[in-house]
């Protein structure tokens, strides 16, 4: 096999566990040496997908300058818009959404990324959850998406608000000064249709993870019994 081939059929991988959502998160967080293994198996399961077809092109199709290329060299081209083709239909699947959070979760619990998980888990279970920032300024809230797909120094938590305060210095006890559930209900009943029309995802709060130095799971009756 020429080595165009095999760049070809690299590339086709790579194209694949790019484009397929689940993989493509994935791969994000592979080292280099990890990402060219992965990108040569994909390729390499490419190669047995497009090795027949390509056979079975050269057979039929009747075209001298197309039997005169090597039946791999053939397959290795097939593999790129190939890759691309079924990573594009295989998003579309309903399982791929559920299959891509159950590796994201997956893969944040072996690299020990707990806000990650912390969130899936409002999500899942219509929790609220209590960040508390660098600053002592704190938000309760519930969580509208996870953070899975930018687990890194420059990844963001969202939530809409429905508590703010702030931890005191010294006990860091929470105390909450805010409430924001009256104020947003009423904000999209009076904007509730028109141009204008405005939902409680309006108001949601974009906060950068690295502020973020605490986060719970947050239940407003538990929080007033502890705090009687």
């Not at 397929?20 to 190669?47: H, K, N, S």
């Not at 805010?178 to 108001?203: C, E, K, M, N």
Request: hydrophobic share 50%; proline share 4%; with cysteine.
């Amino acid at each position: 096999m020429a080595l165009g081939d095999i760049v070809a059929l690299a590339l086709g991988g790579y194209l694949f566990l790019t484009l397929f959502q689940p993989t493509g998160d994935r791969l994000e967080r592979l080292d280099g040496y990890q990402a060219l293994f992965a990108c040569g198996v994909a390729g390499a399961v490419l190669l047995g997908a497009t090795a027949p077809l390509a056979f079975l092109l050269q057979r039929v199709s009747g075209w001298a300058w197309l039997n005169s290329i090597p039946v791999q060299s053939v397959a290795a081209a097939l593999g790129i818009p190939l890759a691309a083709v079924v990573a594009t239909l295989l998003n579309r699947s309903r399982h791929t959404t559920a299959w891509r959070r159950r590796l994201l979760r997956r893969s944040a619990e072996l690299n020990a990324d707990l806000t990650e998980v912390l969130f899936d888990d409002a999500i899942q279970g219509a929790w609220f959850v209590e960040l508390t920032l660098a600053t002592g300024k704190s938000y309760v809230g519930m969580p509208t998406r996870t953070v899975y797909v930018a687990a890194s120094e420059g990844a963001d938590v969202e939530l809409i608000p429905l508590f703010s305060g702030y931890r005191t210095p010294k006990t860091h006890e929470l105390r909450l000064t805010r409430y924001y559930g009256d104020d947003i209900a009423a904000l999209t009943r009076s904007h509730g249709s028109g141009q204008r029309a405005l939902v409680p995802r309006d108001f949601r709060v974009v906060v950068p993870l690295r502020e973020v130095v605490t986060a719970r799971l947050f239940d407003p009756e538990v929080f007033v019994v502890l705090n009687a």
